[in-house]
């Protein structure tokens, strides 16, 4: 049984950092890409960003580049999401997810599981 769990959310003053993690078990992680997605109330989800699994990784959230770093510890079944600098803005749910291919085009990040979330709350 596959188990994607995400930690390390909280609240946080603006412009803190916040690191949140990502555990994945019942799959050979260092086989497969990762990626952040973060949803806001009212708002769809969107991905922020993701990591092969040789660790190439790409932000495409332009409200992230800079600030947000994805990494990997596949010794430790874990993916990272660095956040610096942080925003009001980026009051989310903050995603994990598995995905089946990496593809280094915008938008193309195919989930093939889900984790259940972490709340990032940045207060102003």
């Known amino acids: 049984q596959v188990r994607v769990v995400e930690s390390g959310g909280g609240l946080v003053q603006a412009g803190g950092s916040l690191r949140v993690s990502c555990t994945a078990s019942g799959l050979p992680f260092a086989a497969y890409p990762m990626a952040w997605f973060r949803q806001a109330p009212g708002k769809e989800r969107e991905e922020v960003c993701r990591i092969s699994w040789s660790g190439e990784s790409s932000c495409y959230a332009d409200s992230v580049k800079g600030r947000f770093t994805i990494s990997r510890d596949n010794a430790k079944n874990t993916v990272y999401l660095q956040m610096n600098s942080l925003e009001p803005e980026d009051t989310a749910m903050y995603y994990c997810?598995?995905?089946?291919?990496?593809?280094?085009?915008?938008?193309?990040?195919?989930?093939?599981?889900w984790g259940q979330g972490t709340q990032v709350t940045v207060s102003s």
């Open positions: 997810a598995v995905l089946s291919a990496y593809y280094t085009v915008r938008g193309l990040a195919p989930v093939k599981y």
